[in-house]
């Protein structure tokens, strides 16, 4: 059964409009707060209209991954937290969850964000930085609002230190080494139609979901989502579009970080 | 992935050619027996290089646990696994872990788009994709079996869709990835298409493309699934000869 508000999107998609008077390649507002969570070595908190999420990112020292014996580690998670959404639920990560943090993941590794080279410390002895995505309340997009939130996290977090047995996290450090920034554009298809930075209503109804994350020059990871599907022409207009898209992103990012 | 090149990264291309010989745009040797598992409904074997991989289907049947029935329509239940002795690197933990239970998200989402799931409300079907022997390319290998087992049970689809993966190295735009290639190429990009319409069911991607690579890797995978597609029908014929 489709509830109410979902039928009168469709019937306003069908007239060409959108909820709040939006375009269909219109973001909602976004807002970026850095530093949300003094303690964490990075943190920045984004709100995509009434999406709001946190990402956490810690440094801790390790082994290396077995494949990767000369370069640092990184390990990104996501929570669905039961408090963001009636619909969540306590327990392990759902398969959506494992999705989301996935796709940022390797948007953020493609792009070489984190300078894993630089994590190293000795043989058997590296930093592996943990990027910790907390959903704090649902209203669709996810993966853009997880995307920016850990990239801007990760670019002003600052690099603990080792003295002797210790982990210095505090005082006068330099900063995490990076070596790239990343966004995403996600576009939902609902019917024939396709939207940039869908709410909760729209993705209720969508039937594909396509999330482009690229830096400045190149396209850096793709996830297409759910059962619809998109056609090849489809998806090189949307790369056009994520490239125009991610501009304004960009720039929200820069002005957070006081650049 | 490793990004940007690792230390002792291989030579994808010499003089020309890939690491296993093939030219940029060429398949690995593929071959698919339909209907091999007496008690699934349908079942397909299917190797593609050096993988090697089992694909069944169970049902439709009565959704378990009822409270997840879809009254309207069937869903589907699907898992994606490799065996801890798939690949020749070290002995892998068995079960799922997080990469498995996205290639299993992608895939059941694949089969959600083509099987026609109005005809059995209340019902769910069981896709399973285990992966014997690994070699690259394995969800692209997974789905492709999976959906000559989900025809060869009956199950109606509106299309066979077949999975593929393109890649880049340096410069150069590759078919259909190996292990190696895989590990070390500048981008991966799994596809699956659904033949009748070349429309995307699945699409991922890490690494760097511009929009025209994306462009020259869909014309590969596209041409790529004449290929895959006979074979497939071929294997779903020579089952009910």
Same mark, same amino acid.
């Given at each position: 059964?489709?509830?109410?508000?979902? =039928?009168?999107?469709?019937?306003?998609?069908?007239?060409?409009?959108?909820?709040?008077?939006?375009?269909?390649?219109?973001?909602?507002?976004?807002?970026?707060?850095?530093?949300?969570? %003094?303690?964490?070595?990075?943190?920045?908190?984004?709100?995509?209209?009434?999406?709001?999420?946190?990402?956490?990112?810690?440094?801790?020292?390790?082994?290396?991954?077995?494949?990767?014996?000369?370069?640092?580690?990184?390990?990104?998670?996501? =929570?669905?937290? %039961?408090?963001?959404?009636?619909?969540?639920?306590?327990? %392990? %990560?759902?398969?959506?969850?494992? =999705?989301?943090?996935?796709?940022?993941?390797?948007?953020?590794?493609?792009?070489?964000?984190?300078?894993?080279?630089?994590?190293?410390?000795?043989?058997?002895?590296?930093?592996?930085?943990?990027?910790?995505?907390?959903?704090?309340?649902?209203?669709?997009?996810?993966?853009?609002?997880?995307?920016?939130?850990?990239?801007?996290?990760?670019?002003?977090?600052?690099?603990?230190?080792?003295?002797?047995?210790?982990?210095?996290?505090?005082?006068?450090?330099?900063?995490?080494?990076?070596?790239?920034?990343?966004?995403?554009?996600?576009?939902?298809?609902?019917?024939?139609?396709?939207?940039?930075?869908?709410?909760?209503?729209?993705?209720?109804?969508?039937?594909?979901?396509?999330?482009?994350?690229?830096?400045?020059?190149?396209?850096?990871?793709?996830?297409?989502?759910?059962?619809?599907?998109?056609?090849?022409?489809?998806?090189?207009?949307?790369?056009?579009?994520?490239?125009?898209?991610?501009?304004?992103?960009?720039?929200?990012?820069?002005?957070?970080?006081?650049? | 992935? $490793?990004? /940007? /090149?690792?230390?002792?990264?291989?030579?994808? #291309?010499?003089?020309?050619?890939?690491?296993?010989?093939?030219?940029?745009?060429?398949?690995?040797? #593929?071959? $698919?027996?339909?209907?091999?598992?007496?008690?699934?409904?349908?079942?397909?074997?299917?190797?593609?290089?050096?993988?090697?991989?089992?694909?069944?289907?169970?049902? !439709?049947?009565?959704?378990? !646990?009822?409270?997840?029935?879809?009254?309207?329509?069937?869903? #589907?239940?699907?898992?994606?696994?490799?065996? !801890?002795?798939?690949?020749?690197?070290?002995?892998?933990?068995?079960?799922?872990?997080?990469?498995?239970?996205?290639?299993?998200?992608?895939?059941?989402?694949?089969?959600?788009?083509? $099987?026609?799931?109005?005809?059995? !409300?209340?019902?769910?079907?069981?896709?399973?994709?285990?992966?014997?022997?690994?070699?690259?390319?394995?969800?692209?290998?997974? #789905?492709?079996?999976?959906?000559?087992?989900?025809?060869?049970?009956?199950?109606?689809?509106?299309?066979?869709?077949?999975?593929?993966?393109?890649?880049?190295?340096?410069?150069?735009?590759?078919?259909?990835?190996?292990?190696?290639?895989?590990?070390?190429?500048?981008?991966?990009?799994?596809?699956?298409?659904?033949?009748?319409?070349?429309?995307?069911?699945?699409?991922?991607?890490?690494?760097?493309?511009?929009?025209?690579?994306?462009?020259?890797?869909?014309?590969?995978?596209?041409?790529?699934?004449?290929? $895959?597609?006979?074979?497939?029908?071929?294997?779903?014929?020579?089952?009910?000869?």
């Amino acid at each position: 059964m489709m509830a109410e508000n979902e =039928e009168y999107i469709l019937e306003m998609l069908g007239k060409g409009m959108r909820e709040h008077e939006r375009d269909h390649m219109d973001y909602r507002d976004i807002k970026i707060e850095i530093n949300t969570i %003094p303690h964490a070595e990075g943190s920045a908190t984004v709100d995509i209209g009434n999406t709001k999420v946190l990402v956490g990112v810690k440094l801790g020292v390790g082994d290396p991954l077995p494949d990767k014996p000369n370069e640092g580690a990184l390990v990104t998670g996501a =929570e669905l937290l %039961p408090l963001a959404n009636a619909e969540y639920e306590t327990g %392990p %990560p759902s398969p959506e969850a494992i =999705e989301f943090a996935r796709v940022v993941d390797r948007g953020i590794r493609a792009a070489g964000v984190v300078d894993t080279d630089a994590l190293f410390i000795e043989k058997d002895k590296v930093w592996t930085a943990f990027v910790d995505i907390y959903v704090l309340n649902y209203d669709g997009n996810l993966f853009d609002a997880g995307t920016l939130a850990a990239t801007t996290a990760l670019l002003t977090a600052r690099m603990p230190k080792i003295e002797g047995e210790e982990i210095i996290r505090e005082g006068n450090l330099g900063k995490l080494k990076t070596n790239g920034t990343v966004t995403s554009c996600t576009f939902a298809k609902v019917g024939k139609t396709i939207l940039l930075d869908p709410n909760a209503n729209e993705e209720r109804i969508m039937a594909g979901r396509l999330t482009i994350a690229n830096d400045e020059k190149v396209v850096r990871a793709m996830q297409k989502g759910l059962s619809g599907s998109f056609s090849f022409k489809e998806l090189t207009d949307l790369i056009d579009a994520t490239f125009d898209k991610s501009k304004l992103l960009r720039d929200r990012m820069k002005q957070a970080m006081g650049e | 992935m $490793i990004m /940007g /090149g690792g230390k002792d990264k291989p030579e994808l #291309i010499v003089n020309g050619k890939r690491t296993d010989g093939r030219e940029f745009g060429e398949l690995r040797p #593929i071959k $698919i027996q339909a209907g091999i598992l007496k008690n699934a409904e349908g079942s397909a074997y299917l190797e593609w290089g050096n993988n090697k991989v089992l694909a069944a289907v169970y049902g !439709p049947k009565e959704a378990q !646990p009822k409270h997840i029935a879809d009254p309207n329509r069937a869903i #589907i239940k699907c898992r994606y696994q490799m065996a !801890p002795f798939s690949s020749l690197e070290e002995h892998s933990r068995s079960g799922p872990n997080r990469r498995a239970i996205e290639i299993s998200k992608v895939t059941k989402e694949v089969f959600e788009n083509v $099987i026609l799931l109005d005809n059995f !409300p209340g019902s769910e079907i069981d896709i399973f994709v285990e992966v014997l022997q690994s070699d690259g390319g394995t969800r692209a290998a997974g #789905i492709t079996a999976a959906a000559v087992a989900v025809a060869s049970s009956g199950i109606p689809m509106r299309d066979i869709p077949y999975a593929v993966s393109a890649g880049k190295a340096g410069d150069e735009i590759l078919l259909d990835l190996n292990k190696i290639e895989d590990n070390y190429s500048d981008a991966d990009m799994p596809v699956a298409i659904a033949p009748r319409n070349s429309d995307i069911l699945l699409l991922q991607m890490d690494g760097a493309l511009t929009k025209e690579q994306v462009q020259r890797a869909a014309d590969l995978v596209i041409k790529a699934g004449e290929t $895959i597609t006979k074979l497939q029908r071929d294997a779903l014929e020579a089952r009910y000869k």
